[in-house]
Protein backbone atom coordinates (compact mmCIF):
# COMPACT_ATOMS: atom_id res chain seq x y z
CA UNK A 1 0.00 0.00 0.00
CA UNK A 2 3.19 2.55 0.39
CA UNK A 3 4.95 1.69 -2.69
CA UNK A 4 1.46 2.17 -4.43
CA UNK A 5 0.77 5.35 -2.39
CA UNK A 6 4.38 6.66 -3.63
CA UNK A 7 4.12 5.80 -7.37
CA UNK A 8 0.88 8.02 -7.04
CA UNK A 9 2.36 10.65 -5.95
CA UNK A 10 5.39 10.75 -7.72
CA UNK A 11 2.82 10.74 -11.38
CA UNK A 12 0.82 13.44 -9.71
CA UNK A 13 3.99 15.83 -9.83
CA UNK A 14 5.61 14.18 -12.71
CA UNK A 15 1.87 15.21 -14.88
CA UNK A 16 1.49 18.39 -12.28
CA UNK A 17 5.28 19.44 -13.49
CA UNK A 18 4.52 18.44 -17.52
CA UNK A 19 1.17 21.01 -17.44
CA UNK A 20 2.95 23.54 -15.63
CA UNK A 21 5.41 23.84 -18.05
CA UNK A 22 3.04 23.55 -21.42
CA UNK A 23 1.22 26.25 -19.28
CA UNK A 24 4.11 28.24 -18.88
CA UNK A 25 4.89 27.97 -22.33
CA UNK A 26 1.47 28.79 -24.18
CA UNK A 27 1.37 32.19 -21.48
CA UNK A 28 4.35 33.36 -22.47
CA UNK A 29 3.93 33.09 -26.56
CA UNK A 30 0.42 33.97 -26.38
CA UNK A 31 1.08 36.96 -24.29
CA UNK A 32 3.41 38.47 -26.26
CA UNK A 33 1.45 38.46 -29.02
CA UNK A 34 -1.76 40.25 -27.07
CA UNK A 35 0.59 42.40 -25.32
CA UNK A 36 1.68 44.03 -28.78
CA UNK A 37 -1.41 45.95 -28.56
CA UNK A 38 -1.88 46.11 -25.08
CA UNK A 39 -1.21 48.53 -21.79
CA UNK A 40 2.20 48.68 -19.59
CA UNK A 41 -0.29 46.73 -16.79
CA UNK A 42 -0.67 43.91 -19.05
CA UNK A 43 2.87 43.03 -19.61
CA UNK A 44 3.21 43.56 -15.57
CA UNK A 45 0.61 41.06 -14.92
CA UNK A 46 1.99 38.88 -17.53
CA UNK A 47 5.49 38.79 -16.23
CA UNK A 48 3.95 37.98 -12.73
CA UNK A 49 1.70 35.07 -13.65
CA UNK A 50 4.80 33.19 -15.32
CA UNK A 51 6.66 33.91 -12.66
CA UNK A 52 4.36 32.46 -10.02
CA UNK A 53 4.11 29.35 -12.80
CA UNK A 54 8.04 29.06 -12.84
CA UNK A 55 7.82 29.20 -9.01
CA UNK A 56 5.80 26.42 -9.57
CA UNK A 57 7.76 24.42 -11.00
CA UNK A 58 10.58 24.78 -9.13
CA UNK A 59 8.79 23.67 -6.26
CA UNK A 60 7.04 20.60 -7.86
CA UNK A 61 10.69 19.33 -9.02
CA UNK A 62 11.70 19.95 -5.33
CA UNK A 63 9.11 17.82 -3.80
CA UNK A 64 9.68 15.29 -7.01
CA UNK A 65 13.09 15.41 -5.94
CA UNK A 66 12.60 14.50 -2.27
CA UNK A 67 9.79 11.97 -3.29
CA UNK A 68 12.03 9.93 -5.41
CA UNK A 69 15.12 10.12 -2.70
CA UNK A 70 12.71 8.62 0.06
CA UNK A 71 11.65 5.96 -2.24
CA UNK A 72 15.40 5.02 -2.72
CA UNK A 73 15.84 4.83 0.83
CA UNK A 74 13.37 3.02 1.70
CA UNK A 75 14.31 0.89 -1.45
CA UNK A 76 17.32 0.47 0.79
CA UNK A 77 15.95 -0.36 3.72
CA UNK A 78 14.21 -3.56 2.57
CA UNK A 79 17.24 -4.61 0.66
CA UNK A 80 19.37 -4.47 4.43
CA UNK A 81 16.30 -5.85 6.75
CA UNK A 82 16.20 -8.56 3.99
CA UNK A 83 19.73 -9.22 4.30
CA UNK A 84 19.57 -9.11 7.84
CA UNK A 85 16.85 -11.06 8.56
CA UNK A 86 18.06 -14.20 5.87
CA UNK A 87 21.53 -14.57 6.93
CA UNK A 88 21.04 -15.40 10.47
CA UNK A 89 18.36 -17.60 9.20
CA UNK A 90 20.46 -19.51 6.67
CA UNK A 91 23.25 -19.64 9.25
CA UNK A 92 20.85 -21.36 12.32
CA UNK A 93 19.57 -23.62 9.37
CA UNK A 94 23.05 -24.87 8.46
CA UNK A 95 24.20 -25.73 11.63
CA UNK A 96 20.77 -27.67 12.57
CA UNK A 97 21.20 -29.47 9.72
CA UNK A 98 24.92 -30.22 10.28
CA UNK A 99 23.89 -31.38 13.87
CA UNK A 100 20.87 -33.58 12.42
CA UNK A 101 22.97 -35.42 9.44
CA UNK A 102 26.24 -35.94 11.79
CA UNK A 103 27.27 -37.14 15.12
CA UNK A 104 29.29 -34.18 16.50
CA UNK A 105 31.57 -34.65 19.51
CA UNK A 106 30.18 -32.04 22.84
CA UNK A 107 33.24 -29.43 22.14
CA UNK A 108 31.38 -29.18 18.35
CA UNK A 109 28.03 -29.25 19.77
CA UNK A 110 28.72 -26.14 22.15
CA UNK A 111 30.27 -24.39 19.49
CA UNK A 112 27.09 -24.52 17.40
CA UNK A 113 25.15 -23.77 20.01
CA UNK A 114 27.32 -20.37 20.54
CA UNK A 115 26.85 -19.93 16.88
CA UNK A 116 23.25 -20.36 16.98
CA UNK A 117 22.19 -18.14 19.88
CA UNK A 118 24.89 -15.22 18.67
CA UNK A 119 22.61 -15.96 15.24
CA UNK A 120 19.29 -15.66 17.15
CA UNK A 121 20.18 -12.08 19.04
CA UNK A 122 21.33 -10.92 16.19
CA UNK A 123 17.76 -11.71 14.27
CA UNK A 124 15.80 -10.49 17.24
CA UNK A 125 17.68 -7.38 17.55
CA UNK A 126 16.63 -6.58 13.49
CA UNK A 127 13.00 -7.75 14.06
CA UNK A 128 12.89 -5.03 17.36
CA UNK A 129 14.42 -2.55 15.72
CA UNK A 130 11.92 -2.39 12.83
CA UNK A 131 9.04 -3.23 15.18
CA UNK A 132 10.28 -0.08 17.59
CA UNK A 133 10.69 2.52 14.73
CA UNK A 134 6.78 2.49 13.81
CA UNK A 135 5.22 3.36 17.38
CA UNK A 136 8.22 5.53 18.34
CA UNK A 137 8.49 7.62 14.98
CA UNK A 138 4.80 8.07 15.33
CA UNK A 139 3.83 9.27 18.28
CA UNK A 140 4.44 9.95 21.62
CA UNK A 141 5.02 7.52 24.26
CA UNK A 142 2.22 7.49 26.86
CA UNK A 143 4.08 5.22 29.63
CA UNK A 144 5.11 5.28 32.83
CA UNK A 145 8.70 6.94 33.60
CA UNK A 146 10.90 6.89 36.74
CA UNK A 147 14.19 8.17 37.92
CA UNK A 148 17.08 6.15 36.05
CA UNK A 149 20.63 5.84 36.97
CA UNK A 150 22.49 6.35 33.91
CA UNK A 151 25.71 4.88 34.72
CA UNK A 152 23.87 2.00 35.51
CA UNK A 153 22.05 1.81 32.39
CA UNK A 154 25.12 2.44 30.79
CA UNK A 155 27.07 -0.28 32.06
CA UNK A 156 24.60 -2.77 30.87
CA UNK A 157 24.24 -2.10 27.70
CA UNK A 158 27.92 -2.19 27.20
CA UNK A 159 28.00 -5.78 29.15
CA UNK A 160 25.10 -6.80 25.87
CA UNK A 161 27.32 -5.27 23.56
CA UNK A 162 30.52 -6.94 24.37
CA UNK A 163 28.69 -10.05 24.67
CA UNK A 164 26.65 -9.69 21.39
CA UNK A 165 30.14 -9.04 19.66
CA UNK A 166 32.17 -11.19 21.34
CA UNK A 167 34.73 -8.36 22.73
CA UNK A 168 37.52 -8.08 25.47
CA UNK A 169 36.21 -5.83 27.90
CA UNK A 170 39.02 -3.06 27.51
CA UNK A 171 36.86 -2.56 23.85
CA UNK A 172 34.39 -0.58 25.57
CA UNK A 173 35.03 1.26 28.69
CA UNK A 174 32.94 3.64 30.52
CA UNK A 175 34.79 6.48 32.63
CA UNK A 176 34.08 7.36 35.73
CA UNK A 177 31.83 10.30 36.34
CA UNK A 178 33.26 13.25 37.70
CA UNK A 179 33.05 14.02 41.53
CA UNK A 180 31.82 10.21 41.38
CA UNK A 181 28.46 11.72 41.48
CA UNK A 182 25.86 9.51 39.91
CA UNK A 183 23.62 10.66 37.17
CA UNK A 184 19.66 10.65 36.69
CA UNK A 185 17.04 10.98 34.28
CA UNK A 186 13.29 10.86 34.13
CA UNK A 187 12.26 8.40 31.32
CA UNK A 188 11.32 5.29 29.84
CA UNK A 189 13.64 2.28 31.02
CA UNK A 190 13.35 0.26 27.77
CA UNK A 191 13.14 3.05 25.12
CA UNK A 192 16.81 4.69 26.77
CA UNK A 193 17.82 1.03 26.31
CA UNK A 194 17.29 0.91 23.39
CA UNK A 195 19.21 4.65 22.34
CA UNK A 196 22.36 3.20 24.02
CA UNK A 197 22.28 -0.16 22.47
CA UNK A 198 22.23 1.83 19.28
CA UNK A 199 24.73 4.06 19.62
CA UNK A 200 27.17 1.09 21.13
CA UNK A 201 25.80 -0.71 17.87
CA UNK A 202 26.81 1.70 15.67
CA UNK A 203 30.32 2.79 17.12
CA UNK A 204 31.57 -0.99 16.93
CA UNK A 205 30.11 -1.39 13.50
CA UNK A 206 31.71 1.40 11.86
CA UNK A 207 35.25 0.45 13.63
CA UNK A 208 35.96 -2.13 11.12
CA UNK A 209 40.41 -1.80 12.32
CA UNK A 210 39.66 -2.66 15.73
CA UNK A 211 36.99 -1.40 18.33
CA UNK A 212 38.11 1.54 20.88
CA UNK A 213 35.52 3.16 22.35
CA UNK A 214 35.36 5.41 25.28
CA UNK A 215 31.89 6.38 26.99
CA UNK A 216 31.58 9.32 29.36
CA UNK A 217 28.63 11.45 31.43
CA UNK A 218 28.73 14.30 32.85
CA UNK A 219 26.47 17.40 33.44
CA UNK A 220 26.15 19.58 31.57
CA UNK A 221 24.50 23.27 33.00
CA UNK A 222 23.48 21.83 35.67
CA UNK A 223 19.88 20.96 34.54
CA UNK A 224 21.45 18.23 31.79
CA UNK A 225 22.90 14.81 31.37
CA UNK A 226 25.39 14.00 28.69
CA UNK A 227 26.16 10.71 27.69
CA UNK A 228 29.35 10.61 25.11
CA UNK A 229 30.48 8.04 23.04
CA UNK A 230 33.74 7.99 21.28
CA UNK A 231 35.01 5.76 18.64
CA UNK A 232 38.63 5.87 16.47
CA UNK A 233 36.22 4.02 13.61
CA UNK A 234 35.68 5.30 9.62
CA UNK A 235 34.58 8.83 10.80
CA UNK A 236 32.08 11.30 9.28
CA UNK A 237 32.48 13.70 6.59
CA UNK A 238 30.60 17.29 7.75
CA UNK A 239 27.88 16.80 5.85
CA UNK A 240 26.53 13.87 7.16
CA UNK A 241 26.63 15.22 11.10
CA UNK A 242 22.55 15.30 10.89
CA UNK A 243 21.63 13.37 7.86
CA UNK A 244 22.69 9.96 9.27
CA UNK A 245 19.68 10.48 12.05
CA UNK A 246 17.05 10.46 9.30
CA UNK A 247 15.19 7.30 9.06
CA UNK A 248 16.47 4.91 6.57
CA UNK A 249 19.71 6.72 5.88
CA UNK A 250 23.17 4.83 5.13
CA UNK A 251 26.11 6.43 4.58
CA UNK A 252 26.65 6.42 0.97
CA UNK A 253 30.82 5.76 1.21
CA UNK A 254 32.84 3.19 0.13
CA UNK A 255 34.87 2.26 3.19
CA UNK A 256 31.20 1.89 4.99
CA UNK A 257 29.30 0.21 2.19
CA UNK A 258 30.12 -3.56 3.49
CA UNK A 259 28.92 -2.36 6.56
CA UNK A 260 25.46 -3.79 7.21
CA UNK A 261 22.24 -2.28 9.24
CA UNK A 262 18.96 -1.04 8.38
CA UNK A 263 19.32 2.61 8.57
CA UNK A 264 16.81 2.46 11.54
CA UNK A 265 19.22 2.63 14.20
CA UNK A 266 20.05 6.61 14.78
CA UNK A 267 16.74 7.51 13.75
CA UNK A 268 15.36 6.11 16.53
CA UNK A 269 17.76 7.28 19.23
CA UNK A 270 16.88 11.00 17.90
CA UNK A 271 13.13 10.12 18.18
CA UNK A 272 13.83 8.67 21.83
CA UNK A 273 16.21 11.57 22.56
CA UNK A 274 13.30 13.97 21.65
CA UNK A 275 10.33 12.06 23.40
CA UNK A 276 12.64 12.47 26.58
CA UNK A 277 13.17 16.33 26.10
CA UNK A 278 16.73 15.55 24.83
CA UNK A 279 18.48 15.86 21.51
CA UNK A 280 21.43 13.95 19.87
CA UNK A 281 24.39 15.13 18.02
CA UNK A 282 27.07 13.77 16.03
CA UNK A 283 30.96 15.17 15.33
CA UNK A 284 34.23 13.77 13.48
CA UNK A 285 37.39 15.46 12.86
CA UNK A 286 37.24 13.62 9.51
CA UNK A 287 37.95 10.21 7.46
CA UNK A 288 38.98 7.30 9.44
CA UNK A 289 39.53 9.83 12.72
CA UNK A 290 36.92 8.30 14.24
CA UNK A 291 33.05 9.46 15.35
CA UNK A 292 31.53 11.35 18.70
CA UNK A 293 27.80 11.25 19.38
CA UNK A 294 26.71 12.72 22.56
CA UNK A 295 22.83 12.19 24.02
CA UNK A 296 22.16 15.04 25.92
CA UNK A 297 18.74 14.29 28.41
CA UNK A 298 16.74 16.26 31.30
CA UNK A 299 18.92 15.83 34.77
CA UNK A 300 16.27 14.29 37.62
CA UNK A 301 16.38 13.44 40.65
CA UNK A 302 16.88 10.23 42.00
CA UNK A 303 12.97 9.76 44.09
CA UNK A 304 11.46 11.95 40.77
CA UNK A 305 8.47 9.83 39.36
CA UNK A 306 5.97 10.55 36.40
CA UNK A 307 3.40 8.85 35.56
CA UNK A 308 3.06 10.39 32.09
Given at each position: MNITRRRGAIAFFITLGVLLVGLAVTLDVGWIVVTSERTVWFIVLGILLFAALIAGVVLNTVFL???INRNERQDTFLNAV????????????????TLQRRPLDEPQRQEFYKVMLADSDRLLATVEQVLKAGPLGQRHRQQNRAALDLESLVTDCIAVTLQRYHLPPESIVLDPTPGDVRLFTLGIAEDLRTAVLNLLDNAVKYSPEGVHVRCSLAIESYTR???TIRDTGVGLAPDQFKRIFKRFYRVPERSTSKIKGTGLGLFLV???ARQHGGTVT???PGH???TTVTLTLPRANPTTQSAL
Open positions: VRETHELKTPIASIRLYLEVTLRTIAESNQG
